[in-house]
């Protein structure tokens, strides 16, 4: 090949001299040689160049060249050169001559839309029924009225609507078909529908719609067909839904009633769950996509429905009004089943009849309501409710697909609501089944992310299952943030160098707070999602070594003094926001900042060199704070808080109010913790109010806008839904990593108090136990003891208490039955029962230590 393109280039060379001379030279005798050397003229449609070769020569102008085999004629009717065309056509050349793959002059002439090559062609008896009748897509008329035939098949058996629809085209569909052009599939069966919905042609989906009206039906049931591409076909439904009012009311109410018939197949077992479910939440999705862009979508500015008018918006949903109510008594009949084995273990499940019943009401309704095909069913279906019965208890089998459902109709009710809204209806419904829906959840928490995607959009509901997703492992949990955070993210390591150099953040040392801020903001949320590059100033250095230093680096900044951003705690190794950050004019900014990093590292599972106060993770988190969170800050101000709840104060003449004196800028203000808190009286009744409301001024209040600020940046890349399922020492664990505990040095630097000593066979069991724990249990030790799950520099010989250097503590207390361990984080103190055995104690502590934040004493 390389050889015969040396010898073209060298040919081409000599005849561009030969003809800037105006001398005539001769073509090479061998034909390969000549057609490389006339093609580019041909082309070009240099016909007199053409002709002066051709006119002495042997060249013979059928000649096929090249991998498809085509003459220079089917380059002349490829191009348009209609000269050049003429001039072969005179010299013999053949316009039936057929390609590799049956391409005639004509057909390819016709595709581009070549119309004087065509008439030239015709003129020389070109055949139009040729073969490949692909070309009737460009230029049917022309073709048409020369007698071609328009049901023509070609070898694959595609006809020229075939063709016409696989490229969209509108305008060659509609004359086709008004010249009675039959709708044949080819001869794999693809029909020209299949073609329109593969490419999203919505106008030639509805010519052909049209033209035979059975097609209709036709395409909602391609809804069912994973096999088609789900954009695609919503595009042309989203098309035909918008030709007028009638076409959008037609196209929802028949998606509807599909759904409804999968959604009743899914509650059958007879049927496949993977297959039944995939199809009605694709049918149900295309479903609601449909609707938002309608003339009743709340999300176009004319709710119709809620605002009153509910004629199209009941009308389209009616369908759907019977699944949900087969859905709305499978969850009774499952309630039924719980109350009776919460009544009687023993007691046997769900008799057959009942469910029978049931799938009865399911095919009644799912378009199965002749009478000769119910007394068919009637065996099958009592075999069907034996098999719920005698195989696995109602719930197992029921719940994925219950579940399923239950997803689709969350679905429907959150597309008839304004973005951000949660239907009350579905609000009322989890209500409703909250006992039944709490037992899908705890025997398969993943159900949350497979289908009750409402518990991550909705926070009033999460809040009800939070403490089953609670329970769960935390490498679990682990698992379903990061696959429910990079959904949709394309699959690629999550750092990595763009390819574009602007994508880089070049980043300088000597300023890396603020240069670090500058580049963060001039990027985009995407593509810092997508995966993050960094390379310092004058450094070649690049990846994830890198971005790991930058992530290390920038921590430490964030804390610096410098910016008053945040202020050491008392225990010298956490952080809190500081108060008084406003000395600095962009704290706010900073603060957003702050968030953005701890959330950019969060998303790409990076490690930050900095540790926060337990209260700051619990801000984060939505957690509200306790008075126990002020020993992060002031130990000696939480002992006091401690010391009132734990004691009458009636008689003490304390004389509090419901007003505090705080600090400001070295300057002391009263502040009311209550509207008219100055001259509210702190008595026995109301003192727990009063250590909450002087918590929450300390700890929340003081640093509101810092708090906002922060989580604004944060919640750009970490969405409040999915951080939910962690508690505050995971999330420190999330994002500072596992720190390295030495438990002999934890051993040696341990006092004992109220009757232990280091010789203590409770004590001895206590430490064999802690050095048998994990390295994340141990961290949970340590922070239920102290609040902080680091160690300070030095180790814990340096540990911090109330008042200065505190050590850690065991202290003992006499044993009651079930009785946990609990703790005095003011003072670093653990108070350890005096177990019977170590099997006791180690199990005692570890419930305390999974359970320990929420202030159990008993289990």
């Not at 070769?53 to 085509?70: E, H, I, P, Q, T």
């Not at 609601?288 to 979508?297: E, K, T």
């Not at 000395?583 to 930050?608: K, M, S, T």
Request: glycine residues 6%; aromatic residues 8%; negative net charge.
């Amino acid at each position: 090949m390389e050889r015969a393109m040396e010898q073209l280039n060298v040919q081409l060379s000599r005849l561009t001299r030969s003809l800037r001379r105006a001398r005539t030279v001769e073509l090479p005798e061998d034909n390969e040689t000549a057609v490389y050397t006339l093609m580019p003229m041909v082309m070009a449609d240099q016909h007199r160049s053409v002709s002066e070769l051709l006119l002495n020569s042997k060249f013979d102008v059928n000649y096929a060249f090249g991998r498809v085999k085509r003459s220079l004629l089917h380059i002349a009717a490829n191009c348009g050169s209609v000269e050049c065309l003429v001039l072969l056509l005179k010299r013999g050349a053949n316009p039936n001559y057929q390609d590799i793959s049956g391409c005639t002059p004509l057909h390819l002439a016709a595709r581009n839309g070549q119309k004087k090559c065509m008439g030239k062609l015709l003129e020389y008896n070109a055949d139009v029924n040729i073969c490949n009748n692909e070309g009737l897509t460009a230029t049917v008329l022309c073709l048409l009225d020369s007698g071609a035939d328009i049901n023509r098949p070609n070898v694959s058996g595609a006809t020229p609507l075939y063709f016409a629809c696989s490229h969209g085209q509108r305008d060659t569909a509609q004359i086709l078909l008004s010249r009675g052009a039959k709708y044949l599939a080819d001869k794999n069966g693809i029909t020209p529908l299949d073609l329109c919905v593969q490419g999203g042609y919505g106008e030639t989906c509805e010519i052909l719609i049209q033209h035979h009206a059975r097609l209709f039906q036709m395409l909602i049931q391609m809804t069912q067909n994973e096999d088609v591409k789900e954009n695609m076909l919503r595009q042309v439904l989203e098309h035909v839904s918008q030709l007028s009012d009638s076409h959008y009311q037609r196209v929802l109410t028949s998606l509807a009633e599909v759904a409804t018939t999968n959604g009743h197949k899914l509650l059958s077992l007879s049927s496949s769950y993977e297959a039944q479910m995939k199809s009605l939440l694709r049918i149900v999705r295309i479903f609601c996509h449909v609707f938002r862009l309608g003339p009743s979508s709340p999300s176009n500015g004319n709710d119709m429905g809620y605002n009153g008018n509910k004629t199209s918006r009941s009308q389209v949903f009616k369908p759907l009004e019977l699944l949900w109510h087969s859905l709305d008594e499978w969850l009774m009949l499952i309630s039924t089943e719980l109350e009776r084995t919460r009544k009687n273990p023993s007691s046997p499940s769900s008799s057959s009849s009942e469910i029978a019943s049931l799938l009865l009401k399911q095919r009644e309704s799912d378009h199965y309501s002749t009478t000769p095909k119910l007394s068919l069913l009637d065996h099958h279906i009592v075999m069907e409710a034996e098999a719920y019965v005698d195989g696995e208890d109602v719930i197992s089998m029921t719940a994925n697909r219950l579940s399923a459902v239950i997803q689709a109709f969350y679905m429907c009710c959150s597309c008839q609501m304004p973005l951000g809204m949660t239907s009350p209806r579905f609000i009322e419904f989890v209500c409703k089944h909250d006992e039944v829906l709490k037992c899908f959840v705890t025997r398969n928490p993943k159900i949350i992310f497979n289908h009750f995607h409402f518990l991550l959009e909705c926070p009033e509901l999460m809040s009800r299952f939070m403490h089953i997703i609670k329970n769960q492992p935390f490498k679990d949990r682990c698992e379903w943030f990061y696959e429910h955070l990079l959904a949709g993210q394309p699959d690629s390591d999550m750092v990595h160098r763009p390819v574009n150099e602007s994508d880089i953040l070049l980043i300088h040392r000597d300023s890396i707070f603020r240069s670090s801020c500058e580049m963060v903001s001039k990027s985009t949320n995407e593509k810092l999602k997508r995966g993050i590059a960094v390379r310092f100033h004058g450094e070649e250095g690049m990846g994830q070594g890198v971005v790991r230093e930058w992530f290390d680096i920038l921590s430490n900044e964030i804390i610096n003094p410098d910016y008053a951003l945040f202020t050491q705690s008392a225990d010298g190794t956490t952080f809190q926001p500081n108060s008084n950050s406003s000395v600095n004019p962009d704290h706010l900014n900073y603060f957003q900042f702050a968030g953005q990093i701890l959330g950019l590292a969060l998303y790409h599972r990076q490690l930050v060199n900095i540790y926060f106060t337990r209260s700051f993770y619990k801000h984060i988190l939505g957690i509200p704070v306790n008075y126990q969170d002020v020993s992060s800050i002031d130990p000696e101000y939480a002992k006091n808080l401690q010391w009132i709840l734990d004691n009458d104060i009636s008689d003490l003449g304390l004389e509090l109010t419901f007003s505090v004196e705080t600090d400001v800028f070295g300057a002391m203000e009263e502040v009311p913790l209550k509207p008219g808190g100055s001259s509210i009286l702190v008595t026995q009744d109301n003192k727990a109010e009063y250590v909450q409301l002087v918590t929450e001024l300390r700890m929340t209040r003081a640093i509101q806008p810092q708090i906002n600020a922060f989580l604004q940046g944060f919640h750009t890349f970490i969405p409040p839904s999915l951080i939910q399922l962690f508690d505050e020492y995971e999330l420190e664990l999330l994002l500072s990593g596992m720190p390295e505990i030495d438990v002999e040095d934890w051993c040696r630097n341990t006092e004992y108090t109220s009757g232990y000593d280091p010789e203590d066979p409770v004590i001895q069991w206590f430490w064999k136990v802690v050095r048998s724990l994990t390295q994340e249990e141990h961290i949970l030790l340590l922070q239920f003891v102290t609040g902080s799950s680091r160690v300070p520099h030095g180790g814990f010989a340096y540990l911090m208490g109330g008042s200065g250097l505190q050590k850690f503590t065991i202290a003992a207390v006499p044993y009651t039955s079930n009785l946990l361990p609990t703790s005095s984080t003011c003072i670093n103190m653990l108070k350890l029962p005096e177990y019977p055995s170590r099997e006791v104690l180690r199990d005692r502590l570890l419930v305390a230590l999974h359970c320990g934040s929420y202030g159990y004493t008993m289990a």
